[in-house]
């Protein structure tokens, strides 16, 4: 890996797999690459508050991190930080500009759910069509889905699971029984109950 992204000429199996000594390599130079890397590094804003002294304590300490946002401690990431959380000084210095992404907030959560051409609610919508239902939603019940997501801390993969949840007896139930029904509207009420009712509920964090 360290040789990647140095830039080098390294030998590469046409079909992936495993090196064997009789196979046939493919030479590449990565001089001329862009190589991002990324990841999750959970507990690494612990490692970022120590250094920024923000749970330091005397008469000093609240002056000192006074000025630093406790909720996003990820915006004051350094190599140093990535070194103590376990990464090798030889892959840090190979990757010379360290940054952070913000969490998603409200609009870019609702945005996710229903503007893109996949977005969640539309991929429902067309489950209902091959049933030949109309599924409609409150607003209401859009911004409590996105609530949810945040106070459960899941992300945008978490909107699937509180729509699953929202949804699940009415994929379930609507399409077995009568025909007369052709629209299925979601109320906040009912999405409320649900998720109160779901086991998904316990995720909230306190």
């Known amino acids: 890996l360290l040789k990647l992204l140095e830039g080098s000429t390294v030998n590469v199996p046409p079909q992936g797999g495993r090196k064997h000594p009789e196979q046939k390599m493919i030479a590449i130079d990565t001089q001329n690459i862009l190589f991002i890397c990324g990841g999750a590094f959970d507990g690494i804003d612990k490692k970022i508050a120590r250094r920024l002294n923000a749970h330091a304590m005397g008469y000093g300490a609240s002056k000192e991190s006074s000025g630093f ?23 840090i210095g190979r990757l010379p500009v360290v940054t952070h992404l913000d ?9 996710i759910l229903t503007e893109p051409k996949n977005a969640l609610l539309k991929q429902y919508t067309k489950l209902f069509q091959m049933e030949n ?10 911004d409590f889905i996105v609530e949810k997501a945040i106070d459960f801390k899941l992300g945008a993969r ?23 029904e052709k629209t299925i509207h979601i109320t906040f009420p009912y999405a409320k109950e649900k998720i109160n ?4 509920n316990k995720l909230k964090v306190a």
Do not use: W
């Open 158 to 180: 978490g909107l699937r699971s509180i729509c699953e949840a929202i949804l699940l007896d009415v994929m379930f139930e609507t399409p077995s029984a009568a025909k007369a």
């Open 103 to 111: 969490p998603l907030d409200k609009s870019a959560l609702r945005a």
């Open 133 to 142: 239902l109309e599924l409609t939603f409150d607003k209401a019940v859009l």
């Open 69 to 91: 946002d406790k909720n996003n401690y990820l915006q004051y990431i350094s190599p140093a930080d990535l070194k103590s959380f376990g990464l090798i000084p030889e892959l």
């Open 197 to 200: 009712k779901s086991s998904i």
